[in-house]
């Protein structure tokens, strides 16, 4: 008999310590990180180290700690821990990207910024949600 329960942690600094240093050091870090990294994307020569930015955006904008999870799963009274990333194929991320992902990012990252500055910080949740989720934009990344 095999049972799997699968497992999330986030651990990190609290939210009045992550608001305090977007407020002081992740708007201006954040700003240039994601030109920086993003502009890296799109070259041949710096692409890893651009993919590698972009997916640390939310962690340098916002101390967000990276997601983890675990498979856990009792097989015959064993309990064997995993690390699962679900992951799509790399030849399918890699087509996306070439096709869609870094004009996309981009977009996606002017229209995040746009809402971070213009609605003088109530569009917030919306903007660090689209942070967030700009790894996915741009190679599909499961985080």
Same mark, same amino acid.
């Given at each position: 008999?095999?049972?799997?329960?699968?497992?999330?942690?986030?651990?990190?600094?609290?939210?009045?310590?992550?608001?305090?240093?977007?407020?002081?050091?992740?708007?201006?870090?954040?700003?240039?990180?994601?030109?920086?990294?993003?502009?890296?994307?799109?070259?041949?020569?710096?692409?890893?180290?651009?993919?590698?930015?972009?997916?640390?955006?939310?962690?340098?904008?916002?101390?967000?700690?990276?997601?983890?999870? +675990?498979? @856990? #799963?009792?097989?015959? $009274?064993?309990?064997?821990?995993?690390?699962?990333? =679900? !992951?799509? &194929?790399?030849?399918?991320?890699?087509?996306?990207?070439?096709?869609?992902?870094?004009?996309?990012?981009?977009?996606?990252?002017?229209?995040?910024?746009?809402? +971070?500055? @213009? #609605?003088?910080?109530? $569009?917030?949740?919306?903007?660090?949600?689209?942070? =967030? !989720?700009? &790894?996915?934009?741009?190679?599909?990344?499961?985080?």
């Amino acid at each position: 008999m095999s049972q799997t329960v699968y497992l999330k942690e986030n651990t990190g600094p609290g939210c009045l310590i992550r608001a305090l240093y977007f407020l002081v050091i992740g708007i201006s870090l954040g700003a240039a990180w994601t030109l920086i990294g993003w502009f890296l994307t799109v070259t041949i020569i710096g692409m890893p180290l651009g993919l590698w930015m972009i997916n640390r955006l939310p962690q340098v904008m916002t101390l967000k700690p990276p997601r983890t999870s +675990a498979k @856990l #799963t009792n097989i015959n $009274g064993q309990w064997v821990v995993t690390q699962s990333a =679900d !992951q799509a &194929p790399f030849l399918i991320r890699a087509l996306y990207f070439v096709l869609v992902g870094w004009w996309l990012s981009l977009v996606w990252l002017i229209l995040a910024w746009v809402i +971070a500055t @213009l #609605t003088l910080g109530f $569009g917030l949740p919306i903007a660090f949600w689209m942070f =967030d !989720q700009v &790894p996915a934009i741009t190679t599909l990344s499961r985080n």
